[in-house]
């Protein structure tokens, strides 16, 4: 089959087929970088389903943690080697490629994992402008032993005669080496020579023009029905109000929750916000007694989060059937539920029985949603980044107090108060958590990070204050920096900052006698301690 081009006035899209690599979302990030829209589909995706988008220019198989000769190896079809769409292999994807197309994999007798160096022995379009030796990063345990009919070697490393193989004339590709990731430093520029020089893509995809798609496929999705959104004033919940605000106006109604998990001031803040930004209805329901109550004696986790998932969808059918009540006769039923879903909480919810990933955590967004649930998702940000959804809040108008705000997890302070959660714990770490947000914006660093806050853990330890000897709780500070949130560092506070921070907590808030810092990054630690 022919090689299908687009037009450079095309609007053109790469599709990125997962096999579970930790990597599969950087990828799509990277993509996205260079304002071509990215897709992430299952392994499992048919030739035939591929064949009848016509706005796709490349093909991009991610990496994974099988080898293709393995019982349960995540396979592909075939037929989609015969599309004509160019196609970029990386590391299991390059093997795979290699092995469905008559080429040898075989097991290294020694792994090429982190920094290696990439000889190019034939430049092509996918090394063009580029030098001749490149750093890279590898995460393989399999080389291809023989090249398939038609390919040849185009780079190598030191352990891998055949690192990056390619069929220039079927437009198919291999590395074995990670080009998405930070440690390739001209990985960037490997990946755009595949999406411009080879695929020939248009560099046409921008928040505006998401915005305007993602309004006509939430109208599409929702027609005359009304929608109801849990508002936490965070970015992600804001930004999803506004722009199914912008769809659909008064079909939309926020409802912002108290579940007695807030941080100190946060249902007053969150009013006058919307009053002063937003023309829009809110409802404000609260709700602590019951989200408490429900969670009393919970220490685990994934309970936790569960259980305030669960408890928020009866909220909102309760306060929907409410609002229904209190409707005037003819008015359209509330049918349809919307979230503030990111990317990131999808692929680090998915279970794995469903994508070769493993679950890290579940997002009460995504994991603890009951199957009889009444009400449709609306999620238009579902395969955005955190990056990019601020991106639509400043295209929208959001002011910075709300675009540029730190994350907040969605179970609130029930993952930040360590084990299990009371009255007192909570109010121990309002109070703490609030000295952290004051000194971060008073000392200019709060914007410089991706989050900073506190953490109440269940460990009690001996102290001196006055004359008196004290038996008190430990306050831990978490702040790390990030692009996305799927990898983070910690941050070398000045320990000035620190200090004064720690001074504060121990001398105001009754009940802590002890700070201490995590320089944990993520990986291996999560950002969030729960």
Not at 36 to 56: G, M, R, Y
Request: hydrophobic share 40%; net charge positive.
């Amino acid at each position: 089959m022919a090689k299908k081009v687009l037009s450079s006035h095309s609007i053109g899209k790469i599709v990125i087929l997962d096999f579970g690599s930790q990597y599969t979302q950087v990828i799509a990030r990277r993509v996205r970088e260079s304002q071509i829209f990215s897709e992430v589909l299952p392994h499992t995706v048919k030739a035939s389903q591929l064949a009848q988008d016509s706005t796709i220019c490349g093909i991009i198989l991610s990496g994974g943690p099988a080898s293709v000769y393995g019982a349960k190896a995540p396979a592909l079809d075939k037929k989609i080697y015969q599309l004509g769409i160019p196609i970029l292999g990386i590391c299991y994807g390059m093997q795979l490629l290699a092995h469905d197309l008559g080429g040898k994999v075989a097991r290294s007798e020694r792994r090429e994992y982190g920094q290696g160096e990439l000889t190019v022995k034939k430049t092509g379009l996918l090394f063009k402008k580029l030098s001749r030796k490149l750093e890279v990063w590898n995460s393989h345990g399999d080389h291809i032993e023989k090249l398939p009919k038609g390919f040849v070697a185009l780079g190598t490393t030191e352990n891998a005669p055949h690192a990056v193989i390619g069929d220039e004339k079927r437009h198919i590709y291999g590395l074995q080496f990670h080009p998405e990731v930070a440690h390739t430093p001209q990985g960037k520029e490997i990946l755009n020579n595949f999406l411009f020089e080879i695929c020939r893509c248009p560099a046409t995809w921008t928040m505006g023009s998401f915005i305007e798609d993602a309004c006509q496929k939430i109208r599409a999705q929702v027609g005359n029905g009304r929608v109801i959104l849990g508002l936490s004033g965070g970015v992600d919940s804001s930004v999803a109000a506004a722009l199914i605000h912008k769809a659909i106006g008064d079909q939309l109604t926020c409802i912002f929750v108290d579940n007695g998990l807030l941080r100190a001031g946060e249902r007053q803040a969150v009013q006058d916000l919307f009053e002063r930004n937003f023309k829009m209805k809110l409802k404000v329901a609260s709700a602590e007694k019951q989200f408490l109550s429900k969670l009393r004696g919970v220490s685990d986790p994934e309970r936790k989060r569960k259980i305030i998932g669960k408890e928020f969808i009866q909220v909102f059918e309760k306060c929907a059937s409410d609002l229904q009540r209190s409707s005037k006769k003819g008015a359209a039923p509330f049918k349809f539920l919307a979230q503030g879903t990111l990317y990131p909480d999808v692929i680090e919810s998915v279970p794995i029985g469903d994508n070769p990933a493993a679950l890290i955590k579940s997002h009460h967004n995504v994991g603890g949603l009951p199957k009889n649930m009444k009400m449709e998702l609306v999620e238009p940000l579902r395969q955005l980044f955190k990056d990019e959804v601020r991106e639509v809040g400043r295209e929208l108008g959001l002011p910075r107090e709300v675009v540029d705000r730190q994350p907040f997890p969605g179970p609130g302070l029930a993952v930040r108060v360590i084990g299990t959660i009371t009255p007192s714990g909570l109010k121990i770490l309002r109070a703490a958590d609030a000295i952290v947000i004051e000194e971060m914006r008073a000392s200019d660093w709060y914007y410089k990070v991706w989050q900073s806050f506190a953490v109440l853990l269940p460990v009690q330890s001996v102290g001196v204050m006055g004359d008196e000897r004290t038996y008190d709780y430990t306050i831990a500070l978490r702040v790390v920096e990030s692009q996305d949130g799927m990898t983070a560092n910690w941050v070398d506070l000045p320990s000035s900052l620190l200090g004064k921070i720690s001074s504060r907590i121990i001398n105001e808030v009754k009940g802590v006698n002890r700070c201490v810092y995590d320089i944990s990054n993520k990986p291996p630690a999560t950002i969030e301690w729960e």
